[in-house]
């Protein structure tokens, strides 16, 4: 059989992975706009058109190349349980039935063994474990070695721009660009991996959707309460576990009509050698101020390795931290649409236009109080950062949820086209209180195993 995988991001790779597990023999096409440099939105040439208020997302968020955005995410891997949403419309329902079956596997893939059961802490509040993946295992087209994968060609610098179908079913032929040269291919099967904007930039304009625009959201975020003196609440350490290589993480969440949200502890935002350790492993920063930092920090560095050596969980500077909260936007007017300006490639860029909700402070005060009544109940010595909610777009949260997300099932969605199927963010219905992305493996994996043949 021979598959075409567009994107060689997070999506992209798990796919690959997925298929030569279940077709060892598949012939599988990886194309992806970019190559071994990682590139940002400006500089692989790609054109988003602010309508509204900025939203960072497309322009901060999106890193183009062998790995995408997986080469800069902050790794944390989460999935839904039950326990994430009240009342599911019933495509999301079949959403968490998978995670809740996938879970286990998915993690072992990562090396992660440990049990992941949910406390429920109040009537409306409950904790949910994560893994915080090791650095190292974070760039899943390195993890899962795609380049050595001897049924994988790699078709790099070449950008999808076009899918063309015969009866609305069937994908006959994908057309692609190297530089501003265009090109066609044909294959069996097809995956569309290449993030949730380009992907639906992609299904806008190869005609795929009656819409010309997209609703859309993503979390918002606020940094809350700062902690002090300890990181144990109600026998609950909230501090994060060495696991192997990898953190196993802790968060709390909550739903508040209809929308969710997650109060995430922050720990050492005023750490001087964490934020640097931070800015030369993300942002790929070293300079000699960085250096003479985390020498002045010696001591403190001393203790972060033993925690993290011996005590097996993460060093808390100064036992201080911060608990932030992060609703989910509710979906209203915020669209994305092709636009009318071009970007490098000759393709239309995309307009986006951002709004946050107007009941999105009152989510916010409620959600807040919920979070501090139950730090009051078990006398936590507690400070509140802001009097007034402020909502904003956080830099290191970007989750877009509801793109192209109206199914009414499962079966439904994955039985739209003979021979392809689209994976990104955007095809879920609500972000919930996690970060996104392990949550649509378990998609990945149902379809290859139980729809492909
Ligand atoms: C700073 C940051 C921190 C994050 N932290 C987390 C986290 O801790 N946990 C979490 O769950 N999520 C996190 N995320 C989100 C996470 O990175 C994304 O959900 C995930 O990368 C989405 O995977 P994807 O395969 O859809 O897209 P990507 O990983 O972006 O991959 C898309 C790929 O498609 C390629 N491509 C794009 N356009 C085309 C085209 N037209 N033709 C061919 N190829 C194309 C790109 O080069 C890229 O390789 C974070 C994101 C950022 C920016």
């Not at 409950?126 to 190292?136: A, D, E, H, P, R």
């Not at 100064?318 to 649409?337: H, Q, V």
Request: with cysteine; glycine share 6%.
């Amino acid at each position: 059989m021979k598959i075409a995988v567009f994107g060689a991001g997070a999506y992209g790779c798990y796919t690959i992975d997925a298929l030569i597990k279940k077709f060892p023999e598949a012939q599988i096409t990886l194309f992806d706009v970019g190559n071994s440099h990682i590139k940002s939105e400006k500089e692989i040439g790609y054109l988003t058109n602010m309508l509204s208020t900025y939203y960072s997302g497309l322009e901060k968020g999106r890193f183009f190349g062998l790995g995408g955005a997986t080469s800069r995410w902050g790794g944390q891997l989460l999935t839904f349980t039950k326990n994430d949403f009240k009342n599911p419309t019933p495509f999301l329902s079949d959403i968490v039935k998978l995670n809740v079956k996938y879970q286990e596997i998915i993690f072992k893939k990562f090396g992660i063994h440990s049990e992941f059961k949910e406390t429920k802490i109040t009537n409306n509040l409950f904790i949910k474990k994560g893994v915080w993946l090791s650095y190292f295992n974070r760039n899943l087209f390195k993890y899962f070695k795609i380049n050595k994968r001897k049924n994988v060609v790699i078709k790099s610098n070449s950008r999808v721009t076009k899918l063309i179908l015969n009866n609305n079913k069937a994908v006959t032929r994908v057309i692609y660009k190297q530089g501003n040269i265009e090109k066609e291919d044909s294959f069996d099967f097809y995956f569309l991996t290449t993030g949730a904007f380009e992907s639906n930039r992609i299904l806008l304009n190869s005609g795929l959707t009656d819409m010309d625009e997209l609703p859309f959201s993503d979390h918002l975020s606020q940094k809350v309460f700062k902690i002090k003196d300890s990181t144990i609440i109600q026998g609950e350490d909230f501090a994060f576990k060495v696991n192997g290589s990898s953190l196993i993480t802790k968060r709390i969440i909550g739903e508040i009509d209809g929308i969710s949200f997650f109060s995430n502890p922050i720990f050492n935002s005023e750490f001087s050698f964490f934020q640097d350790l931070k800015k030369v492993l993300f942002k790929r920063k070293l300079s000699f101020k960085i250096i003479k930092n985390i020498i002045l920090e010696l001591p403190s560095c001393l203790q972060f390795i033993y925690c993290m050596l011996v005590k097996k969980k993460i060093y808390v500077h100064k036992n201080e931290w911060y608990l932030y909260i992060d609703i989910e936007n509710p979906i209203n007017k915020s669209f994305i649409s092709l636009s009318k300006n071009q970007d490098k490639f000759e393709e239309k860029g995309l307009d986006v236009s951002f709004f946050i909700d107007e009941n999105a402070v009152d989510i916010f005060e409620k959600a807040k109080e919920m979070i501090k009544d139950y730090l009051i109940k078990n006398e936590i010595n507690f400070e509140e950062c802001v009097s007034t909610i402020q909502v904003e777009k956080s830099e290191d949260t970007y989750h877009p949820f509801g793109i192209m997300s109206s199914f009414n099932s499962m079966d439904e969605f994955y039985n739209q086209y003979e021979n392809f199927c689209f994976f990104n963010t955007g095809i879920l219905p609500r972000a919930g209180g996690i970060n996104t992305t392990a949550s649509v493996f378990p998609l990945i994996e149902e379809f290859i195993n139980n729809y492909m043949e």
